[in-house]
Nanobody
């Protein structure tokens, strides 16, 4: 079965950095678009960043220049390096696998809290 397990969340002050990781199993990792989404308090889940199997990336305007997505197909992992964090980045961050047929798989999420 497909499993996505996030790690690396925590509490950080504004301007700080965190690196999220997602370990995937049960999939042929390289066939899928991987990504990170987030859901803040009282908000809908939104795209943060995605990366195709050939390295093409897409970022939300709100995180562009501050966040970097990466993936390691050999290790079945995807990461999100977050820098210059802002309070509005506070959210549960979810790892996503988008299959070629459009089916999505999700991790359970990891909480990131940015506050002073």
């Amino acid at each position: 079965q497909v499993q996505l397990v996030e790690s690396g969340g925590g509490s950080v002050q504004p301007g700080g950095s965190l690196r999220l990781s997602c370990a995937a199993s049960g999939i042929i990792f390289s066939f899928n678009v991987m990504g990170w989404y987030r859901q803040g308090p009282g908000k809908e889940r939104e795209l943060v960043a995605t990366m195709t199997n050939d390295g093409s990336t897409n970022y939300a305007d709100s995180v562009k220049g501050r966040f970097t997505i990466s993936r390691d197909n050999a290790k079945n992992s995807v990461h999100l390096q977050m820098s210059s964090l802002k309070p509005e980045d506070t959210a549960v961050y979810y790892c996503n696998c988008n299959r070629p047929d459009g089916v999505n798989y999700w991790g359970k999420g990891t909480l990131v809290t940015v506050s002073s």
